[in-house]
């Protein structure tokens, strides 16, 4: 499918809207470093190239769009069962958020393409399960430990073993997927046994009975594995030249891996909470197209900053603020047609989706779940059937509606 944004577009806003309104299966890549749901609010240092720069990562009811549970309690009961799993209402409102979005991701990955979920300990057990309804468990490829060593400085004072790792769930739309093995630099070691040079220079080895030379440069050496510690974070590493003071910085050198394996040249590829953009400009050295989104306005600055400093001044960046539209809905009824109301009648089994009662299909309205106005079409993914009461209702519901409806078991 063709997408309708065009290549090096940086969006401020919040991605959810923004993804609604991208083509479906028109991405290669996406990598997410979401919030964590750490319960802390994370703001740059005053004076650092990201100063001005902060989001929040603590969570309630009020992040929480009714109709998103709607939307999951409706279509995906697979996804609603885990978020009932969860321990909490705070949980539950951060599971819901990211499960909404991991929907239209699902949905705007081409069927060759990969997701790279970037979490911690905090919730990654339950991201896991929302990853495996969203995007069934056959497609979970590895859970990537990515070895931060932080322990050192205050942090060894804490009571308990010192956290040492993120964990990066690593999924992909189907079993076709693209992947290019990428391996491990040979160790010295390694290298010391090639001790001859031929005339063009190559080091090589043939010291082994029986075996033609063996050339260095034709050793493929030992591929990576979903252990990863050859890569510093910031915080072993806190006077490196790429550091910006963007709050929760991730290293070049990890997009890197995840790009080159998982995309080729000319691919897009997305991060919908792109930060200071280190996923653009990996991207960007690596030749593939990119598409980023965040809802701080600082981090489309550094976006041109980072990039520019990289490719010139006159590298062309789209920065923008409004909801793409969707060129892909060509040939689908209206929300209205009568062959929506037979199918969502059969699949509701003829009972209303707020209050669950029975009624004669004259007695149903067709409803968006959700709304047009903010990027829900008229698929018959986003219908359902409601009473007239419950259909006049819906846009009144307040916070003790949400809470009653999280803790029904
Ligand atoms: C953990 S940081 C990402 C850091 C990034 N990987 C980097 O290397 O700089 C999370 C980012 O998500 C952004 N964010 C939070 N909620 C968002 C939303 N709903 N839509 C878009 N961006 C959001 C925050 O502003 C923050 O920049």
Not at 125 to 142: A, E, P, Q, T
Not at 215 to 239: C, K, P, R
Not at 261 to 287: H, K, W, Y
């Amino acid at each position: 499918m063709n997408a309708n944004v065009n290549p090096k577009t940086i969006f401020t806003g919040d991605n959810l809207p923004i993804m609604r309104g991208m083509n479906s299966e028109s991405v290669d890549l996406i990598y997410l470093d979401p919030p964590f749901n750490s319960n802390a609010n994370y703001a740059a240092p005053i004076g650092s190239e990201a100063a001005g720069a902060e989001f929040k990562d603590t969570w309630t009811l009020n992040d929480v769009d009714a109709a998103w549970l709607d939307l999951i309690e409706a279509k995906h009961p697979a996804l609603n069962r885990v978020i009932h799993a969860a321990m909490t209402n705070s949980d539950k409102s951060y599971l819901i958020y990211m499960a909404i979005r991991l929907l239209e991701m699902h949905r705007i990955l081409k069927p060759t393409g990969s997701l790279y979920l970037h979490c911690d300990p905090t919730m990654s057990h339950y991201l896991k399960l929302i990853m495996d309804s969203v995007f069934g468990k056959s497609n979970f490829r590895r859970e990537i430990i990515w070895n931060l060593e932080t322990a050192s400085g205050f942090k060894s004072q804490v009571k308990g073993f010192i956290r040492g790792h993120d964990t990066i769930l690593y999924y992909t739309k189907g079993r076709d997927f693209l992947f290019n093995k990428i391996f491990q630099p040979h160790k010295p070691e390694y290298i010391k046994r090639f001790r001859k040079t031929d005339k063009d220079g190559r080091r090589y080895r043939d010291d082994r009975p029986n075996k033609r030379r063996q050339y260095l440069d034709e050793t493929q050496g030992v591929a990576f594995t979903d252990v990863w510690t050859d890569i510093m974070s910031f915080q072993q590493h806190s006077t490196s030249k790429e550091r910006t003071g963007y709050p929760t910085q991730k290293p070049l050198a990890l997009l890197d891996r995840i790009i080159k394996a998982s995309s080729n040249e000319a691919d897009i590829v997305l991060d919908p909470f792109c930060g200071c953009a280190t996923t653009l400009v990996a991207a960007d050295r690596l030749q593939r197209d990119w598409i980023g989104i965040d809802i701080s306005a600082k981090a489309a600055e550094l976006v041109v900053e980072r990039i520019r400093g990289d490719q010139g001044m006159f590298e062309d960046i789209v920065p923008r603020v409004d909801i793409p539209k969707r060129t892909d809905l060509g040939n689908i009824p209206r929300y209205n047609a009568p062959e929506n109301k037979t199918q969502l009648y059969g699949e509701q089994a003829g009972n209303c989706n707020g209050c669950g009662e029975h009624f004669q299909t004259q007695h149903l309205e067709i409803d968006h779940i959700i709304a047009e106005s903010v990027g829900g079409t008229d698929h018959i993914e986003n219908l359902q059937l409601l009473c007239s009461h419950c259909n006049r209702i819906k846009g009144n519901r307040g916070q003790e509606y949400l809470i009653s409806r999280l803790n029904e078991r």
